[in-house]
């Protein structure tokens, strides 16, 4: 009897061991998910929303009153025009010296089109396009955004997998530039109305992924999204770490975002870019219906807030 109860007693106590045991292990292990959530959340929600102009965005008649008035507003990118540039770098690094703004991406500026059926048009676009990369690597930008071919631009390669082909040699050749002076080449999808190729943000990064060439990205523009894809946090996640710009306006009329009312919701898509860790920026690409001293910092504010709902 005595012997029985002994061994229902180490039994028992066996099992309670175990138990136990397994009870610390899965705390532990709940512990330990708990602390990656909680350091992924902190994560996002410490990601800085970092905000850009282009040049025509901020009142002021010179670079440095635009500068001046874009630090008040914290303000931390500039996105020149890529006509002209490799003229403006000075200008430009004079008027950055000391200030908490860097450059952005470059917005095109090249001349030709890579999709022309003319191999003179195509040429000129090369070198235009490697002559901006070269000033935009001297400024320290993110890149130059390149658009395969606008509506207007005809005669046009076919859309077929041969042209695709073609566009994915051709721009491993920019990527391969742009990577020597520390810089790369962003696809810009655009809505249907402007663009007979290249409309979604997930087209431009399977062109990427091909490509597989550091110096070739993409881009999402809010303005174009809003006509061509269903949802802008698939979209922006569809792009991955090919993401390397981003574009905003206000989603009925390209203005500033904020002029159209409850419809500039973008929420959405900044969920994505938390998701991403997107650390590059957001800049202005837009018009303007009122009071610029007025209407850009309230816009500004508005991005802001949703940043923190995001």
């Known amino acids: ?10 039994k028992t106590s066996l099992s309670g061991l175990a138990l136990a045991s397994l009870g610390s292990v899965s705390l532990a ?5 708990e602390q990656s959530q909680e350091k992924a959340c902190c994560s996002k929600s410490a990601l800085e929303l970092k905000l850009s102009f282009q040049e025509g965005i901020a009142p002021g008649e010179s670079l440095n009153e635009k500068f001046d008035y874009m630090e008040k507003l914290g303000v931390v990118g500039f996105e ?12 430009i690094k004079q008027a950055l010296n000391g200030r908490s703004i860097k450059v952005s991406a470059i917005c095109a500026g090249f001349k030709g089109f890579i999709l022309s059926t003319n191999p003179a048009i195509r040429q000129e676009c090369l070198d235009t396009m490697k002559e901006i990369i070269a000033a935009a690597g001297e400024l320290g930008s993110t890149g130059v955004i390149i658009v395969p071919g606008f509506n207007w631009q005809q005669p046009a390669l076919p859309h077929t997998q041969e042209t695709r082909d073609f566009l994915c040699e051709q721009f491993t050749e920019l990527g391969n530039y742009a990577v020597k002076y520390g810089t790369t080449v962003i696809f810009e999808p655009l809505n249907r109305g ?10 431009a990064a399977s062109i990427c992924r091909d490509i597989n060439n550091p110096g070739v990205r993409c881009m999402g523009d809010f303005w174009h999204m809003t006509a061509e ?19 905003i306006a206000s989603r009925k009329r390209r203005s500033m975002p904020g002029e159209d009312g409850e419809a500039d919701n973008y929420i ?25 001293t007025i209407v850009v910092p309230e816009s500004v504010k508005l991005l802001r807030d949703q940043w923190e709902k995001a």
């Open 268 to 292: 959405n898509g900044f969920k994505a870019l938390k998701a991403l860790n997107y650390d590059k920026y957001v800049s202005y690409e837009c018009g303007c219906q009122g009071d610029r």
């Open 80 to 91: 020149p025009g890529g006509g002209g540039l490799a003229g403006r770098v000075e200008e």
């Open 1 to 10: 009897m005595i012997m029985t109860d002994r061994r229902h007693f180490f």
């Open 29 to 33: 292990s709940c512990t330990k998910k």
């Open 229 to 247: 894809e269903t949802s802008d946090e698939g979209a922006f996640l569809s792009a991955g770490d090919y993401l390397q710009h981003v574009h």
């Open 194 to 203: 402007e663009a007979f190729y290249l409309r979604q943000v997930a087209d």
